[in-house]
Structures are given as structure tokens and as C-alpha cells.
């Protein structure tokens, strides 16, 4: 009998610390987004993870739900990519690099065509990243990508190029995380 409760104690603990991060990354996480006169749904959230440490929640907003990746890529209608940060780990010149990283996956390498774009997104994280901020990057269509921080905006980036790239971070066939892309589509 000993034997047995040891192996599935040894699961459900394994199963606790794989739903409790889940659990906290959503208490925070508003069900909509409003922004330019449109609403937001919630599509899913994730954690990104390096190792066992949280850096940041991250959560897809749409005005319809989808699990269609690329077209969410490709379209250029209202959409925004929520991180809340949660590690004091994440510095701005920490963000700059994983950002940076994110782009080359997103573009295959290929960031000549939207490199001022990048260095104008870059640039925002000079203010200060850090545990409690919050960055929205919402595309409005004929607008471009609103950099959003802690209710603040920072930067308006015009390029239908860098839209695709920057969601594509996320939801490219080459995503940061594979796990968090999943979530952020609610797969």
C-alpha cells in the first residue's frame, strides 16, 4: 500500500505546480480589452517560461476567438498581445535581447525590412521593464501597432511588416514558447 501512495502523491504534487502557475497567471487577466472605440475579446493566456522562472503572462486578444495562427498573423484588423510582466529578471536591456531574439524567429532573420520599426518598439522598453508592468501592443487597422504601457502610450509603429512580425513573436511557426502560443490560441 506504501508503494502506491508514494508514485501518485508524486503526481498529484506534479499536477499542483503545473495548474497553480496556470491559476495565477489568469486572476489578472482582463476577460476584454477596449481600445480606438473596440472591444477585445479574450482568445487565451500563457506563461512564458525560461527554466522554472515566470517572466511573463501573455494573452491574445481578438475581435473574434480563433486557433487560425496565420491568419491572425496576416490579417490587419484589431487585435492586441497583453504581457504582463512578473520577474524581476526582466530588465530592459533583458526585454531588448528576448524581443530582439522573437523577431529574428518571427522573420526567419530577415529584419532589414522593419529594422527602424523594431528600434522604435525597442526604444519603449527604455523607460523601464519590470515586475507589475504591463504592455499592450494593439494593432488598429490603418493606424498600426499602439505600444501600450501601464495605460500609457508609447509608440505608434505604422508597418503592416512589423505587425506581422511582431504577433508572429508569438504565433509563428517559430514561436518564443510552443506552450504559450497554444494557450494564447485556447488550444
Not at 162 to 184: C, D, E, H, N, Y
Request: aromatic share 6%; no cysteine; net charge positive.
Amino acid at each position: 500500500m506504501k508503494q502506491l501512495i508514494t508514485p501518485l502523491l508524486s503526481i498529484v504534487l506534479g499536477l499542483l505546480l503545473f495548474v497553480i502557475p496556470v491559476t495565477e497567471a489568469k486572476e489578472s487577466i482582463p476577460p476584454s480589452l477596449s481600445y480606438g472605440g473596440k472591444t477585445l475579446m479574450h482568445n487565451g493566456s500563457g506563461l512564458r517560461k525560461k527554466l522554472f522562472i515566470t517572466l511573463y503572462a501573455g494573452s491574445l486578444y481578438l475581435t473574434e476567438k480563433s486557433k487560425d495562427a496565420e491568419k491572425i498573423i496576416a490579417d490587419d484588423s484589431p487585435m492586441a498581445i497583453r504581457l504582463a510582466i512578473r520577474s524581476s529578471l526582466i530588465s530592459p536591456e533583458k526585454m531588448k535581447e528576448a524581443t530582439l531574439e522573437g523577431f529574428k524567429k518571427s522573420t526567419g532573420g530577415n529584419l532589414a525590412p522593419i529594422q527602424a520599426q523594431i528600434d522604435e518598439l525597442l526604444k519603449t522598453f527604455d523607460k523601464g521593464v519590470g515586475p507589475g508592468d504591463v504592455y499592450e501592443l494593439i494593432n488598429m487597422p490603418g493606424s498600426g501597432v499602439h505600444v501600450i504601457r501601464n495605460g500609457v502610450k508609447m509608440a505608434t509603429i505604422r508597418s503592416p511588416a512589423f505587425k506581422k512580425a511582431l504577433f508572429g513573436i508569438w504565433l509563428s511557426k517559430t514561436p518564443v514558447q510552443v506552450s504559450l502560443k497554444r494557450q494564447m490560441l485556447g488550444m
